[in-house]
């Protein structure tokens, strides 16, 4: 819609009026003279005087150039003056200098007045824009350093994502430690930003940390050294099992500090699998930007990873070894797990397997020949989350529990052994376990000391292994199995189902399991379809 235009022939300023809205505008304004040598500032109004501290007093008669300081750029000085004497009209951004020598920021626009043909004064519009250049210089660094970030996590994703790739390979395909330790080393001086890398650990006999494996440093393998000699970020990384860290010039002197070494960089990384450690891993970087905090927790993964492909390799040595050691231990313990079962079934049980086991406990099978036993004290143990007849008769119950909190069988996985018989008593666990032969147990009875209260080794025996042939196939059906899937066929087993005539039909089975007969048969014929594939086409 258009606006009515109104006459205003009886409002118009006078030069007071506009004399004051000048004097007043919030914009600086000021006056230069070109027929006055070196163009000199004949008027300023309030908003100019504002902005750079100078009374009209001060400065009137001077060149507006003294506001030009030693930040000032002189391309832009230059920019302004040609301009000037080209009688152009202008705008720049320049640097220049209060009173107090404050720098700020001026948007000056500078046009020649022109009386006819003639320049009668030059006009300058002064704009403090301070805080916006500092936006802008602050928006232009964090931008700097965003592109900065990611061109640093661009190089530390190539260089973990090559590490890791190539790291899983070598665990995947490795059949023992040594190699393993060896091509691991081999793989960190390979990678671009590495210079190279140790894998050792501190002997439990000895207290000296022993190197195991070493490559693109010169120390070489099998290298023995006080732990005191070792840098400081090894110390802790030992007593913390936690990884750290130490550059040139913070480490003290030894041949495994960075210095000795020619790099920049060393970070020390725990192998540890569960509470057991299969060492440290050094690790030297070539460049300063490497190993840094993006890189740590990675390297943590890298531990934990390097670990695992251990730990697969020890197991699966040890279930294919011709011999192995046989230990007996005792734990006189009335807080263990399986003692606190038996004490509440009151009489004594055998564990008879596991379908699950993990950091959060998991799901066991026992036998007790207590019988009707009294299940709703176990439930009642803070540590039971449930509890289920598997099968009953006369002489015997089976059972399972889905516990919190693991029995003995997760130290003793975590350091290498397999649990051939467990049998508890109220107040006395005894286990039956198998190591490999180069295993130490030290760490193992250790960890089981550091758990539970008088445990004791009651014999240790090498012999040959037990019939393995039968333990791989079961080990190979039991990772095709889903937990359930597992479940169903154990519990389908203890309750006498694959017997003739069948004591128990699919429907009593559902109910112990409390799940519907549709449900246990789905998961016992995908159990039933695992078992035959695998012995058919092992």
């Not at 027929?35 to 005087?49: K, Q, S």
């Not at 598997?390 to 997760?410: D, N, W, Y």
């Not at 049998?423 to 198998?434: C, D, F, N, Q």
Request: net charge negative; with cysteine; hydrophobic share 35%.
């Amino acid at each position: 819609m258009a606006q009515t235009q109104q006459d205003v022939s009886d409002h118009e300023p006078g030069l007071k009026d506009i004399e004051r809205a000048v004097n007043e505008a919030p914009v600086g304004l000021s006056l230069c003279d070109p027929d006055l040598p070196d163009y000199p500032l004949v008027y300023v109004n309030g908003a100019w005087e504002r902005h750079t501290g100078y009374s009209s007093e001060e400065v009137l008669g001077r060149n507006p150039r003294f506001l030009q300081g030693p930040e000032t750029d002189p391309e832009v000085v230059d920019t302004l003056s040609t301009a000037i004497e080209d009688e152009e009209p202008i705008t720049v951004e320049i640097r220049n200098y209060r009173k107090d020598g404050t720098p700020f920021w001026n948007e000056l626009t500078v046009a020649p007045v022109y009386d006819g043909d003639d320049v009668a004064h030059y006009v300058g519009f002064q704009n403090d824009v301070t805080a916006r250049k500092s936006a802008e210089r602050l928006a232009q660094e964090r931008a700097e350093d965003i592109a900065a970030e990611r061109q640093a996590l661009d190089r530390v994703l190539g260089r973990v994502n090559g590490l890791l790739s190539e790291i899983s390979r070598i665990l995947v395909e490795g059949t023992d430690a040594e190699s393993v330790c060896r091509l691991v080393c081999e793989e960190i001086a390979d990678e671009p930003g590495y210079l190279g890398g140790w894998i050792g650990d501190v002997s439990s006999g000895t207290g000296m940390l022993e190197l195991t494996a070493t490559s693109g440093i010169h120390v070489e393998e099998d290298t023995t050294l006080p732990l005191e000699d070792a840098p400081l970020a090894v110390q802790r990384a030992c007593e913390s099992e936690e990884v750290r860290g130490c550059s040139v010039g913070s480490c003290s002197d030894g041949p495994l500090t960075p210095e000795r070494v020619d790099a920049r960089r060393l970070l020390v990384v725990p192998i540890t699998y569960g509470r057991h450690r299969y060492g440290l891993l050094g690790i030297y970087s070539s460049e300063a930007d490497a190993l840094d905090r993006r890189e740590r927790k990675v390297c943590e993964s890298v531990g934990k990873m390097i670990a695992n492909g251990l730990h697969s390799v020890e197991t699966t040595r040890m279930l294919t070894t011709d011999r192995v050691v046989e230990l007996c231990v005792e734990i006189d313990d009335g807080s263990a797990t399986l003692s606190q079962i038996a004490d509440a079934i009151d009489g004594p049980i055998e564990h008879l397997g596991t379908t699950q086991l993990n950091d959060d406990g998991g799901n066991f099978y026992f036998e007790s020949a207590t019988p009707d036993p009294d299940f709703e004290a176990v439930e009642a143990l803070e540590f039971v989350r449930s509890i289920q007849a598997v099968s009953e008769s006369e002489t015997e119950c089976t059972f399972a529990v889905t516990a919190s909190r693991s029995p003995p069988l997760s130290q003793v996985a975590e350091h290498g052994g397999v649990v051939a018989e467990a049998i508890a008593k109220s107040g006395h666990t005894r286990l039956t376990i198998e190591v490999p032969p180069e295993r130490d147990v030290r760490s193992m009875l250790d960890a089981l000391r550091a758990e539970y209260e008088n445990v004791m080794l009651r014999s240790r025996v090498e012999r040959e292994s037990r019939d393995r042939s039968l333990t791989d196939f079961a080990s190979a059906v039991d990772d095709r199995l889903t937990e359930r899937q597992r479940s169903a066929l154990k519990t389908a087993a203890l309750n006498g189902y694959f017997e003739w005539p069948r004591p128990v039909d699919g429907d009593e089975i559902a109910e112990r399991m409390g799940i519907t007969r549709q449900t246990f048969h789905q998961h016992l014929r995908a159990a039933e379809r695992e078992l035959a594939e695998a012995y058919v086409d092992p």
